[in-house]
């Protein structure tokens, strides 16, 4: 088949559907990337060169009564114009959506074309443009079964949300030294998702001072911003840290850590689980629909993570949780069992699957 997969506009959409892509290109198909015009989107491409894609000029949805739907409505018409042109030239068999404004024109311009169409919905609560979007779709695919009640109308298939091939357990120690860490400390991953998060950057590092003497190191992605501020902290409490602004190389730091801090990201979730990593969750306050939170309401239930409500930390709130279960082993190892039970299963092949499924009954 020709496909083509839109997935542009954040990490949690674009790693996802990279992964598809791989999957897709794996079986034979041909597969042509829609993404956004977002750095992000740019630099995660630059290190799959051999991917085709087209950038859409799309933009998320402002509130109807804004002066800025105006422009939403031009870019949008703008990606739907250039969605038919492609389509002429590329011929898509199948059009998956991965979420966001990025997806709902080339599912539209594929629903035109008399195509199937999908989208993934990755989140317990679903974005505002897979709700638009469902209308328009043969199937929506679910990270998370509990979103299922949210899309009545339309078929739904549970596939988890997929994550990138390059991800695979690396030996503790051996990812350890690559990061210029000791093999013998329990270590604390920080991460924030794609762009880092200033709020935990500041709770972390307020909680380093109450930290002291712990045996523990930790590896801190931060996000440009607050790349030398996390530095210069850990240097001064003595604490042992790998800190960078952001590491390509995912699986190194996975299979380094024993335990998390992180947003809940479904995405992130998805990469956490798959490496049986226990968390601290603190979902991005400002989500859309508070969806992050929903997404580690479901781990907390699984007893893999611990929510933290961001309103509410503090960074003594934030060192006392870190000090219990790096205190307590056995409480972080069922915390670990538990969280792979939550790993997505062959994700990536159960999307690819469902589409040729419902393709070949065309």
Same mark, same amino acid.
């Given at each position: 088949?020709?496909?083509?997969?839109?997935?542009?506009?954040?990490?949690?959409?674009?790693?996802?559907?990279?992964?598809?892509?791989?999957?897709?290109?794996?079986?034979?198909?041909?597969?042509?990337?829609?993404?956004?015009?977002?750095?992000?989107?740019?630099?995660?491409?630059?290190?799959?060169?051999?991917?085709?894609?087209?950038?859409?000029?799309?933009?998320?949805?402002?509130?109807?009564?804004?002066?800025?739907?105006?422009?939403?409505?031009?870019?949008?018409?703008?990606?739907?114009?250039?969605?038919?042109?492609?389509?002429?030239?590329?011929?898509?068999?199948?059009?998956?959506?991965?979420?966001?404004?990025?997806?709902?024109?080339?599912?539209?311009?594929?629903?035109?074309?008399?195509?199937?169409?999908?989208?993934?919905?990755?989140?317990? $609560? %679903?974005?505002?443009?897979?709700?638009? @979007?469902?209308?328009?779709? !043969? /199937?929506? &695919?679910?990270?998370?079964?509990? +979103? *299922?009640?949210? $899309? %009545?109308?339309?078929?739904?298939?549970? @596939?988890?949300?997929?994550? !990138? /091939?390059? &991800?695979?357990?690396?030996?503790? +120690? *051996?990812?350890?030294?690559?990061?210029?860490?000791?093999?013998?400390?329990?270590?604390?991953?920080?991460?924030?998702?794609?762009?880092?998060?200033?709020?935990?950057?500041?709770?972390?590092?307020?909680?380093?001072?109450?930290?002291?003497?712990?045996?523990?190191?930790?590896?801190?992605?931060?996000?440009?911003?607050?790349?030398?501020?996390?530095?210069?902290?850990?240097?001064?409490?003595?604490?042992?840290?790998?800190?960078?602004?952001?590491?390509?190389?995912?699986?190194?730091?996975?299979?380094?850590?024993?335990?998390?801090?992180?947003?809940?990201?479904?995405?992130?979730?998805?990469?956490?689980?798959?490496?049986?990593?226990?968390?601290?969750?603190?979902?991005?306050?400002?989500?859309?629909?508070?969806?992050?939170?929903?997404?580690?309401?479901?781990?907390?239930?699984?007893?893999?993570?611990?929510?933290?409500?961001?309103?509410?930390?503090?960074?003594?709130?934030?060192?006392?949780?870190?000090?219990?279960?790096?205190?307590?082993?056995?409480?972080?190892?069922?915390?670990?069992?538990?969280?792979?039970?939550?790993?997505?299963?062959?994700?990536?092949?159960?999307?690819?699957?469902?589409?040729?499924?419902?393709?070949?009954?065309?």
């Amino acid at each position: 088949m020709n496909a083509v997969i839109a997935c542009g506009g954040t990490g949690g959409h674009l790693f996802p559907g990279l992964a598809v892509a791989e999957v897709m290109r794996a079986r034979g198909h041909e597969v042509m990337l829609f993404v956004s015009e977002k750095e992000i989107d740019s630099v995660a491409l630059s290190s799959h060169p051999d991917f085709r894609f087209e950038k859409l000029p799309t933009i998320g949805l402002p509130s109807p009564f804004s002066p800025a739907i105006v422009r939403f409505m031009q870019r949008f018409n703008e990606s739907l114009t250039r969605c038919r042109q492609i389509y002429r030239k590329f011929n898509p068999h199948v059009v998956l959506g991965m979420g966001g404004f990025t997806s709902t024109a080339p599912i539209l311009a594929g629903r035109m074309r008399r195509i199937p169409t999908f989208i993934h919905e990755s989140n317990a $609560f %679903p974005g505002k443009a897979n709700r638009l @979007t469902a209308r328009m779709v !043969r /199937a929506v &695919l679910l990270g998370f079964k509990e +979103a *299922a009640q949210f $899309f %009545p109308k339309v078929r739904t298939e549970v @596939t988890g949300t997929p994550i !990138r /091939a390059e &991800l695979q357990r690396m030996d503790r +120690a *051996a990812a350890r030294r690559k990061l210029g860490l000791r093999e013998d400390l329990l270590t604390l991953l920080v991460m924030g998702g794609s762009q880092g998060a200033s709020g935990i950057n500041q709770s972390i590092i307020k909680s380093l001072p109450s930290l002291q003497g712990e045996a523990f190191q930790v590896i801190h992605l931060s996000g440009a911003r607050d790349e030398r501020l996390a530095a210069d902290n850990y240097q001064r409490e003595n604490i042992p840290a790998y800190v960078a602004a952001f590491h390509h190389a995912m699986e190194e730091v996975y299979s380094a850590a024993d335990l998390a801090i992180a947003r809940s990201g479904a995405a992130s979730l998805s990469e956490l689980a798959a490496f049986s990593l226990p968390s601290l969750l603190i979902p991005f306050p400002y989500a859309a629909d508070d969806h992050q939170t929903c997404n580690a309401e479901i781990f907390a239930r699984a007893e893999a993570a611990i929510l933290l409500r961001e309103a509410e930390l503090s960074g003594d709130l934030l060192a006392r949780k870190i000090r219990e279960l790096i205190g307590d082993p056995a409480r972080l190892q069922r915390m670990a069992e538990n969280c792979a039970q939550l790993a997505p299963k062959n994700a990536a092949n159960l999307v690819v699957d469902t589409m040729e499924k419902y393709t070949q009954t065309t």
